[in-house]
């Protein structure tokens, strides 16, 4: 397979990820960029993290349905090819953060790794609601292992969800950008390529501030309409708790 312009790490339960995958999909409109959705696990990454002493309660089902999700990714892959990854995981991130029902599956994060929930996703994209056979069973956890060590060796371990590699396998690799809403069309190019620019830089680190606005999406109760408005700003949390 000839190698994509950008190979996109993903945990469909972040919603950091889901918004970042958003922008992403309009500069690949824009760019006519190839996109290779590949995993990365919040519950495998923190698998050495005490949850209970460390999270609040939820995080954890949070992320092994995380988890569970991805396995059912893997199957797609395997089965149906890489470009039905992105169709699954767009489909799976609009479910959870964008729909009607988005403030239900937030409250109930379990929920998010059950047939029930996953089975209609498939069906909404014409594949067989049989990969949702793969919530179950372990044996994909080596490949998402593989892949979310594979995301972490490109830029250190210290790193959550999303990581981009842009210009693979020589070109330059970052974790997010973090953004809390979707930029228009203009701002969205001028916003990539200033990440890129950045991070080609050879010893450009890091650029950070802790203050952030709750990502402006139907799950945490933001309207489209409103995200435009939205000024209430929130303190940062640190990666395992996306």
């Not at 995958?21 to 824009?30: D, L, T, Y």
């Not at 954890?60 to 797609?76: D, F, K, N």
């Not at 069906?123 to 998402?144: K, N, T, V, Y």
């Amino acid at each position: 397979m000839a190698d994509s312009d950008i190979h996109f790490y993903f945990d469909p339960v972040c919603p950091f990820a889901w918004m970042t995958s958003k922008w992403v999909r309009i500069v690949q409109a824009q760019r006519d960029y190839s996109v290779d959705w590949r995993f990365i696990s919040l519950r495998l990454l923190n698998s050495h993290i005490d949850y209970g002493a460390h999270f609040p309660p939820e995080y954890e089902a949070g992320h092994t349905a995380g988890l569970r999700l991805l396995r059912v990714a893997a199957r797609t892959r395997a089965e149906h090819g890489r470009d039905a990854v992105g169709l699954l995981y767009a489909a799976l991130g609009a479910r959870i953060f964008d729909s009607d029902v988005a403030q239900e599956v937030s409250a109930d994060r379990e929920l998010r790794g059950t047939r029930a929930f996953v089975e209609p996703v498939l069906a909404g994209i014409g594949l067989p609601a049989s990969l949702a056979d793969a919530l179950d069973d372990p044996s994909w956890d080596a490949e998402i292992q593989a892949e979310t060590d594979e995301a972490l060796g490109l830029t250190g371990k210290d790193v959550g969800t999303p990581i981009l590699h842009f210009e693979p396998p020589e070109g330059v690799a970052f974790f997010g950008p973090v953004i809390s809403r979707l930029p228009d069309d203009e701002q969205a190019a001028q916003l990539w390529d200033h990440v890129v620019a950045l991070a080609r830089f050879p010893g450009f680190s890091e650029l950070k501030r802790s203050l952030r606005e709750r990502p402006q999406l139907r799950a945490f109760g933001v309207s489209e309409d409103e995200a435009g408005k939205q000024e209430d700003w929130h303190g940062g949390s640190r990666r395992q708790k996306k």
